[in-house]
T-cell receptor, first 113, second 116 residues
Framework: AQSVAQPEDQVNVAEGNPLTVKCTYS??????LFWYVQYPNRGLQFLLK??????LVKGSYGFEAEFNKSQTSFHLKKPSALVSDSALYFC???????????FGTGTRLQVFP | GAVVSQHPSRVICKSGTSVKIECRSL??????MFWYRQFPKQSLMLMAT?????????EQGVEKDKFLINHASLTLSTLTVTSAHPEDSSFYIC????????????FGQGTRLTVV
């Protein structure tokens, strides 16, 4: 069965510093991986996805993620964090042969001024 | 990206009444829509998958008679919480997919339901 894990409940980073939010996956076949962000009392916003091709995927708001097959990881990164990046981040994988997304438990990112 | 509109964003209802939540895909045809429930500080729990013109598929443990889902057109799905109880209070989120596995799903803004 497809699954993703987000090992950190919370990540704290100072504004201007690089940030990383971790995600590892376990899949049968080729993984379709996604990152979403959720602001308080809002739905999820799509950030980026990996389907195939370049391992480094660039997304919205300056975020990027690197697909690493050997480490089965898909970590979300940003070179310089903003206070406004503070939110809840979800990694997700597409369930095999369906449209369903399987979400990780989420990581709360807190960026301090 | 594509737009999914969910309405209402917030609703307060009395115990025993029913509440309907609408989810519309505004600029694409959603062959599949999903309904999630999110508890405070937790991840999304998939409740059901709805396909246009057919019965919804409910996840294990979700009462289909309590959470009625209708997907009457390619742009509209509704979730009705029947005979609501305080324990149904939660944040409900819909998402819509155009039906191809390499495309992302788009989410509504969510509905905060409070049952008093």
């Amino acid at each position: 069965a497809q699954s993703v894990a987000q090992p950190e409940d919370q990540v704290n980073v100072a504004e201007g510093n690089p940030l990383t939010v971790k995600c590892t996956y376990s899949v049968s076949g080729n993984p379709y991986l996604f990152w979403y962000v959720q602001y308080p009392n809002r739905g999820l916003q799509f950030l980026l996805k990996y389907i195939t091709g370049d391992n480094l995927v660039k997304g919205s708001y300056g975020f990027e993620a690197e697909f690493n097959k050997s480490q089965t990881s898909f970590h979300l990164k940003k070179p310089s964090a903003l206070v406004s990046d503070s939110a809840l981040y979800f990694c997700a994988v597409r369930e095999l042969n369906t449209d369903k997304l399987i979400f990780g438990t989420g990581t709360r990112l807190q960026v301090f001024p | 990206g594509a737009v999914v509109s969910q309405h209402p964003s917030r609703v307060i209802c009395k115990s025993g009444t029913s509440v309907k939540i609408e989810c519309r895909s505004l600029d694409f045809q959603a062959t599949t829509m999903f309904w999630y429930r999110q508890f405070p500080k937790q991840s999304l729990m998939l409740m059901a998958t709805s396909n246009e013109g057919s019965k919804a598929t409910y996840e294990q443990g979700v009462e289909k008679d309590k959470f009625l889902i209708n997907h009457a057109s390619l742009t509209l799905s509704t979730l009705t919480v029947t005979s609501a109880h305080p324990e149904d209070s939660s944040f409900y989120i819909c998402s819509a997919s155009a039906g191809t596995v390499n495309t992302e799903a788009f989410f509504g803004q969510g509905t905060r339901l409070t049952v008093v």
